[in-house]
């Protein structure tokens, strides 16, 4: 799996790939949250409530602003994207992202920490 690691808010937050799916760990969460592809964070980010660790939260703020930024062109040009074009697209993004000051890009890691 490829990680994208950066701080926002002062949380770390983490960003994970397996092809196409995403996954986030962020703040004290113990293990990664599966999001699913970028239709399904889109979907999500519209429900008032989910499922983490077996408990009921609100969706976390973090995802309903990833969902902000998925566009219906976003979801066409992602699906014609290869797993490695998907990857480097949000790569190059969140570096973009650290330049502009909207977050601060810690790097990319194949673990969780």
């Not at 950066?6 to 996954?23: H, N, R, S």
């Given at each position: 799996?490829?990680?994208?690691?950066?701080?926002?808010?002062?949380?770390?937050?983490?960003?994970?790939?397996?092809?196409?799916?995403?996954?986030?760990?962020?703040?004290?969460?113990?293990?990664?949250?599966?999001?699913?592809?970028?239709?399904?964070?889109?979907?999500?980010?519209?429900?008032?409530?989910?499922?983490?660790?077996?408990?009921?939260?609100?969706?976390p703020f973090i995802i309903k602003q990833m969902a902000k930024?998925?566009?219906?062109?976003?979801?066409?040009?992602?699906?014609?994207?290869?797993?490695?074009?998907?990857?480097?697209?949000?790569?190059?993004?969140?570096?973009?992202?650290?330049?502009?000051?909207?977050?601060?890009?810690?790097?990319?890691?194949?673990?969780?920490?």
């Amino acid at each position: 799996m490829k990680i994208i690691r950066f701080i926002k808010g002062g949380k770390v937050i983490q960003l994970g790939f397996e092809g196409k799916i995403l996954y986030i760990k962020w703040g004290l969460v113990p293990n990664p949250m599966k999001l699913g592809e970028l239709k399904d964070i889109k979907a999500l980010a519209k429900q008032r409530d989910v499922s983490l660790n077996g408990k009921e939260v609100k969706v976390p703020f973090i995802i309903k602003q990833m969902a902000k930024s998925i566009t219906p062109s976003g979801l066409i040009l992602a699906r014609n994207y290869t797993d490695q074009e998907f990857y480097e697209d949000f790569l190059k993004d969140y570096k973009e992202m650290d330049k502009e000051g909207q977050l601060k890009f810690v790097g990319e890691f194949t673990e969780w920490v």
